[in-house]
């Protein structure tokens, strides 16, 4: 169970810091909602150029846990899906690739926001 | 007393005089603070994800299932410590290292949705859930599609 | 008819209105801070019982108002006025006060320099001869405060050095036209000044020059000096703002010297980790109706220059790429 969780903890943990350097440098401009688009956008970009497919190889957790893993699983299920269903798969691929992600999110957020209050 | 005389008192400085003020006078990010915490604190979220991935293999599942699942169980936990009122703490200390996790994700999500519960449950809860997560949806599965016509007319 | 304005943008009181009480409420943060014996009411919990944080700073501000009615124990009838403000949209806290409280009310926003503006204007009402006894008061509330201007409170992110920590709290004086009490003498409208500053994580520095032509005029308009005065306390411009208001003084040939100060700086110890200090409404308010009160009627003081500073933007302006107004408003209040 302890597999892969070295380069897990690099890949991860420089990814992040991509992020804390774009907020640093930017202020006051780049919010973490920024952060969080850009990365979505950036790792959907990277995998169709075939660059963060190697980075799953390597870092395992540390590139499918940030959100630049969301994208490669976005455009990576838009890819395969166009490869198997032609053009339409171009729209069904990545949210059907990414589909419990999307759900759980809505599931347990909703879930969380109404079962607790904010501490302030 | 004055009598009443007109104008005159102004500030002796110009705006690019002032900006080159403010610059000097206001305390800059703490660099390379930050980038060892999120560093240490965005390795350590990921650990724990190949940790959960690894006890999903473990169980059974394809490699694919379980990077899937591990994902579903990080968003889990992201929304529940927030909602315990401890991941702004984390995020504080880490920075982009508890932001750019999906966990970071999910505590986007609920923050928002748990602090405007008292505006309503739908225009409250069910709309500021998307506050941050809409853009994530728009931009992230719009380039998806982008991608994917891209990859059809390549081939 | 003598006309009481004078120099650039001053009014001077013929007779000058006494400040009769003072009350100040204030979250549980600040009463953690240096100043926690000098307010009337510490709160322990942010809410207060109460089913929404905006609730809480409605009767925060009620309380404040409320006790500084009672210290005096004036009829409400005497009082012909009632001046407040806060930050939150269409100053809501204020109104909704006012509902409670039942008196005419004329609602201000001036963002955190409303304390020194609803005096300025509470005297100028009564020295004109359009109230015998005005009550002023300001609220400002952390979490309202959060999550209107900036991110909803349980978000995991990291504050800027330069940010300031709005206060939690509710300041009120009751102004009359006789009695015995500090008297507020002068005060200086200020002008919106906007030296381009966009950055709502450093509205110290987006304050400071209007506060500074403020002082400036002020001193210039009355043919004063900075030594005229035992304490020139700006509220809020955090400590970035203070130095850099400092600094634009000295280069327009003022040298402050230590008597400047800045009550966000004053309401927080530098343990507290709220970064450039304190702001919002509330927290010159208390200030002033807490410490400085107290040490201009025990003679430690004897003049003293408030000088509210507030930040007039909005969300929706910051979004739109527009820069941070800034403002000044000072008023001079004597032993």
Known sequence: MFNMIIPAFIVGGSICVIGQLLMDLTKPKFTPAHVLVSFVTGGAILTAMGLYEPLVKIGGAGATIPLSGFGYSLAKGAMEAVGERGVIGAFSGGVEATAVGIAAAVFFGYLMSVAFKPKG | MADNNLRKPTISVTPENYKALTQQFTPKPTFVKNVVRAFVVGGIICAIGQVIINLFIASGLSRVEASTAGTATMIFIGALLTGLGVYDVIGKFGGAGSIVPVTGFANSIVAPAMEFKREGYVLGVGAKLFTIAGPVLVYGIATSIVVGFVYYFLN | ?335
């Open chain 3, 1 to 335: 008819m003598d006309l009481k304005r004078v120099g650039n943008q001053t009014v001077v009181f013929a007779n000058p209105p006494v400040i009769l009480a003072s009350y100040s409420v204030v979250g549980p943060k600040e009463g953690q801070g240096p100043l926690s014996k000098t307010f009337d009411r510490v709160w322990d919990d942010q809410l207060h019982g109460e089913k929404s944080w905006e609730v809480a700073e409605t009767k925060m501000l009620q309380e404040a108002m409320q006790g500084a009615i009672d210290q005096v124990g004036i009829p409400k009838d005497q009082i012909d006025f009632m001046l407040a403000g806060d930050l939150l949209n269409q100053i809501i806290s204020s109104s909704f006060a006012a509902r409670q409280i039942g008196l005419p009310f004329i609602g201000l926003y001036g963002a955190c320099s409303t304390m020194a503006l609803s005096m300025a204007v509470g005297s100028m009402l009564i020295d004109g001869g359009f109230a015998r006894n005005v009550l002023v008061g300001v609220s400002s509330h952390h979490d309202t405060a959060e999550r209107q201007y900036r991110f909803p409170t349980e978000q995991g992110t990291q504050r800027a050095m330069s940010a300031q920590w709005t206060v939690s709290g509710a300041g009120s004086l009751l102004l009359g036209k006789s009695g015995t009490g500090p008297r507020i003498t002068s005060a200086t409208i200020g002008r919106v000044v906007d030296y381009a500053e966009a950055d709502v994580n450093n509205m110290g520095a987006a304050m400071a020059p209007g506060v500074a032509d403020t002082i400036l005029n002020h001193l210039h308009d009355l043919q004063r000096k900075p030594e005229d005065y035992d304490l020139v306390a700006s509220g809020d411009l955090g400590a970035v703002g203070l130095a850099l208001a400092g600094e634009v003084l000295k280069k327009s040939g003022l040298d402050m010297g230590t008597s400047f100060t800045d009550c966000g700086v004053m309401i927080y110890d530098a343990c507290q980790d709220v970064h450039a200090g304190g702001s919002g409404c509330g927290c010159s308010a208390v200030v002033f109706a807490g410490n400085i009160m107290q040490r201009l009627k025990v003679g430690a003081l004897t003049r003293v220059m408030l000088v509210g500073s507030g930040a007039l933007h909005s969300p929706t302006s910051s979004l739109q790429g527009e820069s941070i107004p800034g403002i000044g408003h000072a008023v001079v209040i004597e032993a």
